[in-house]
């Protein structure tokens, strides 16, 4: 594919599940055919925060179209591109849930994660677009201001093909089965034959394994009664009842916390997916939960919890 549309969304508050503004940049064959920083009306309340961070009040999308009414003029850009963005699940996880919530199909977007790509061939220290704009000489001339973030993005992009060269390993697919136990209305294009790695991993597990293999993998037991999410970390391991893991990711979100992708002392939670994994051995959690559980026995406030316990508490 030779179209490309970079991509950035801000959000009204914390549950991250609205839009207030879009910034798309979309280029073919190297030239920009389309460019716009959208403001959209998410109908709901606004986090003082949020409002502080994007610059965005109720009052400027007071008369703003919703995305309803946006997305027949936008959504070729996404269902015919490759879209860029910097932590694309973030971004494309708002736009689903929000499609969702106005009853609009929602398509297999095929998307490139550029904090994906820094970690693979740049290796700095930070991976955030703002860091990595300024170390590699990137405009960003206003950080989260949605066309700016999506120019940045942009940038980060050509400067890892050009010297790393672009092959179609970077492509994704970003599947949403469900979202938050709601169903979501797939095209039809789409089946279960060309989803993405994990994906197949997840179906070739859960039917190798019994039942009794997939509720109970090893006799492992949540670590503690109590928990909150708002301003905890989490590391996930194996693979979840309630869908992919950046299912499970987007529902943290939504909740206030946060998700990270080791295990250290700083860490809050680690939470285990109901299937396991097919890269654990036979009585073995993985080195994520071991860690875990070698932490806690050192006094460190790290927990496990599975994930059946985990959804228990929202029911």
Known sequence: MSRFTFFDVETPNRNNDRISSMGIVVVEDGITIFEANILVNPEVRFDPFNIGLTKITPAMVRDEPTLKEIWPSVRTYFEESIIVAHNATFDLGVLTMTLVHYGIEVPCFHYICTVVLARRFLKYRKNSLDYLCATLGVLLERHHEALSDAKGCQGIFYHIVEHHGYNDSFVSEFYRPHMRGKSVSISNEHTDTNRNSYSNSYYKLKSNLTNSQIETPVQLKTTTDHFEIKDKSFCLTGDFRYGEKTDVELFILAHGGRVVTQVTRQL????????????????????????????KMAGQNLHVILEVDFFKKFE
Do not use: H, I, M, R
């Open 268 to 295: 809050d939670f680690v939470l285990v997916g109901a299937y396991g994994s097919p890269l654990w051995a036979y009585g073995n959690y993985g080195t994520k939960v071991k860690k875990a559980l070698d932490y």
